[in-house]
T-cell receptor
């Protein structure tokens, strides 16, 4: 069982819809991450939150909007997505005090844009 | 810049065969090194890690040794099982940095 929980597991939405992906961890980790993973590719970093503040945005289009309501929760708000945004979206967390701390991943939300 | 290069897949082996997946890295300073595994339909799981030169990470029969002189972190297992079929990612992170840099991944198929 994964210690990082993502909901929903699957999401199908139209290009005009607004939806949100949710991620939760109760390990006391101070860093949380969103990744996008296309088939047969490694995960691509999108956003990093450190102590509930956005610390890294990898030039992600504004149709993706992250939010960190508290130290255990991370959301990704989606609006006006494009078909090429269909992918597996992974959330991860880490203790993060130094770079040698591994990241713990959820099982992801598989997103399909119609 | 910092990068990770791992052998192209897919790698297909018979059950009980010896496994090696090569990984080399380029990095400034002294990065930490990781192997992650992704089973079908799941997220990534940390398989093992090493944080300094000559460290050996091990888990579930898998091993990898941090070789600074050859900038390598090759993954090995003495006897693979069908359940080891997955995608394996070599990765590095720089100290005091929240980012992980992943290799492209190696897909492993184990035949019964």
């Amino acid at each position: 069982d994964t210690e990082v929980t993502q909901t929903p597991k699957h999401l199908v939405m139209g290009m005009t819809n607004k939806k949100s992906l949710k991620c939760e961890q109760h390990m006391g980790h101070r860093a949380m991450y969103w990744y996008k993973q296309k088939a047969k590719k490694p995960p691509e970093l999108m956003f990093v939150y450190s102590y509930e503040k956005l610390s890294i945005n990898e030039s992600v289009p504004s149709r993706f909007s992250p939010e960190c309501p508290n130290s255990s929760l991370l959301n990704l708000h989606l609006h006006a997505l494009q078909p090429e945004d269909s992918a597996l979206y992974l959330c991860a967390s880490s203790r993060g005090e130094t770079g040698n701390q591994p990241q713990h991943f959820g099982d992801g939300t598989r997103l399909s844009i119609l | 810049g910092n990068s990770v290069t791992q052998m192209e897949g897919p790698v297909t082996l018979s059950e009980e065969a010896f496994l090696t997946i090569n990984c080399t890295y380029t990095a400034t300073g002294y990065p930490s090194l990781f192997w992650y595994v992704q089973y079908p339909g799941e997220g990534l799981q940390l398989l093992l890690k090493a944080t300094k030169a000559d460290d050996k990470g091990s888990n579930k029969g898998f091993e990898a040794t941090y070789r600074k002189e050859t900038t390598s972190f090759h993954l090995e297992k003495g006897s693979v099982q069908v359940s080891d079929s997955a995608v394996y990612f070599c990765a590095l992170s720089r100290n005091r940095d929240d980012k992980i840099i992943f290799g492209k991944g190696t897909r492993l198929h184990i035949l019964p």
